[in-house]
Nanobody, 122 residues
Framework: QVQLVESGGGLVQAGGSLRLSCAAS????????MGWFRQAPGKEREFVAA????????YYADSVKGRFTISRDDAKNTVYLQMNSLKPEDTAVYYC???????????????WGQGTQVTVSS
């Protein structure tokens, strides 16, 4: 099974940018569909973005479309989430996940990182 470690979270002002990274070990990421999810305090975990094998297709939640970009570098075994024009409502713990098919549902992803905190101040 693949092990995932997120990094790049932090505190940023509204309108700012962050880039999250998800580094994999144990197996090559090229075998997996990759996703980003987030969970805010008191809320359920929600889908943010996903990317297909070889990065040919990407999918986004409506709330982040046009502001966030998911990408992958299989040579580096890393997936990224570029987040621009951040809003206070983007504040959450962000998780990357690996799965076998494109899905908006966290139950379809079998491997998860520990999460990285993103806090957007107003």
């Amino acid at each position: 099974q693949v092990q995932l470690v997120e990094s790049g979270g932090g505190l940023v002002q509204a309108g700012g940018s962050l880039r999250l990274s998800c580094a994999a070990s144990g197996r090559t990421l090229s075998f997996y569909v990759m996703g980003w999810f987030r969970q805010a305090p008191g809320k359920e975990r929600e889908f943010v973005a996903a990317i297909s094998w070889r990065g040919t297709s990407t999918y986004y939640a409506d709330s982040v479309k046009g502001r966030f970009t998911i990408s992958r570098d299989d040579a580096k075994n890393t997936v990224y989430l570029q987040m621009n024009s951040l809003k206070p409502e983007d504040t959450a713990v962000y998780y990357c996940a690996a799965g076998g098919q494109i899905s908006y549902h966290d139950t379809d992803f079998g491997s998860w990182g520990q999460g990285t905190q993103v806090t957007v101040s107003s």
